[in-house]
């Protein structure tokens, strides 16, 4: 396995050149950073070009990389990270882009590369916040029509800033401030004495 990202690795370099920002190994695939404004050229690469044919998009979601490490990230705050296969290589491979503005990340659609993108898009931009330009029809897909903020960003509180329930008088949901106070749940872990200990 190893032997065969080596190669790829090599080949990607040979490809992307100084269009790739960096390469890094971890658990048996390889991630490859492109900065924001080479995306769409170098995703299209990585699908038709002989030898990296990455024809399938499996998968695209966001990262908030805020308090990332014990808050020591100096890096850029949001990033979309891209999960590519080639069926004729048998080969994966993932692309992380990074938007340029932490406090309104935008990012090209790739909906133009790979169609079945446009719902990961939604989502991202739905769950982050992440606007990507070009796409066809971007609104909210997961949360309500009203719903204010991007809930998977790591600042977002908890309980989230509204509750909605229904309303017997009005005959309708009806939305108010949250009423429970926030608070921060620590598991409690209980071990037996001899935890840990060789048992005979």
Same mark, same amino acid.
């Given at each position: 396995?190893?032997?065969?990202?080596?190669?790829? *690795?090599?080949?990607?370099?040979?490809?992307?050149?100084?269009?790739?920002?960096?390469?890094?190994?971890?658990?048996?695939?390889?991630?490859?950073?492109?900065?924001?404004?080479?995306?769409?050229?170098?995703?299209?690469?990585?699908?038709?070009?002989?030898?990296?044919?990455?024809?399938?998009?499996?998968?695209?979601? @966001?990262?908030?990389?805020?308090?990332?490490?014990? @808050?020591?990230?100096?890096?850029? !705050?949001?990033?979309?990270?891209?999960? %590519?296969?080639?069926?004729?290589?048998?080969?994966?491979?993932?692309? *992380?882009?990074?938007?340029?503005?932490?406090?309104?990340?935008?990012?090209?659609?790739?909906?133009?590369?790979?169609?079945?993108?446009?719902?990961?898009? *939604?989502?991202?931009?739905? %769950?982050?916040?992440?606007?990507?330009?070009?796409?066809?029809?971007?609104?909210? %897909?997961?949360?309500?029509?009203?719903?204010?903020?991007?809930?998977? !960003?790591?600042?977002?509180?908890?309980?989230?800033?509204?509750?909605?329930?229904?309303?017997?008088?009005?005959?309708?949901?009806?939305?108010?401030?949250?009423?429970?106070?926030? !608070?921060?749940?620590?598991?409690?872990?209980? *071990?037996?004495?001899?935890?840990?200990?060789? !048992?005979?």
């Amino acid at each position: 396995m190893a032997a065969d990202l080596t190669t790829l *690795r090599d080949h990607l370099s040979g490809l992307l050149g100084d269009k790739m920002v960096s390469v890094q190994e971890r658990l048996e695939e390889l991630t490859v950073v492109v900065k924001a404004s080479d995306l769409l050229s170098v995703l299209a690469t990585l699908r038709d070009a002989e030898g990296a044919c990455f024809e399938q998009m499996i998968d695209l979601c @966001g990262v908030d990389y805020l308090d990332y490490g014990d @808050g020591a990230w100096a890096g850029k !705050r949001f990033a979309v990270v891209y999960h %590519l296969m080639s069926v004729k290589n048998n080969q994966r491979l993932r692309v *992380r882009v990074f938007a340029e503005e932490d406090a309104f990340p935008v990012l090209p659609s790739v909906t133009g590369v790979w169609s079945c993108a446009n719902w990961f898009e *939604r989502e991202a931009f739905d %769950l982050y916040g992440i606007v990507f330009t070009g796409h066809p029809d971007l609104r909210r %897909l997961l949360t309500d029509y009203g719903f204010v903020g991007s809930p998977f !960003r790591k600042d977002f509180p908890l309980s989230g800033h509204v509750e909605m329930k229904y309303d017997p008088a009005q005959q309708r949901v009806v939305y108010q401030p949250v009423s429970i106070d926030p !608070r921060e749940v620590t598991p409690r872990i209980v *071990r037996d004495e001899l935890y840990g200990s060789v !048992r005979g």
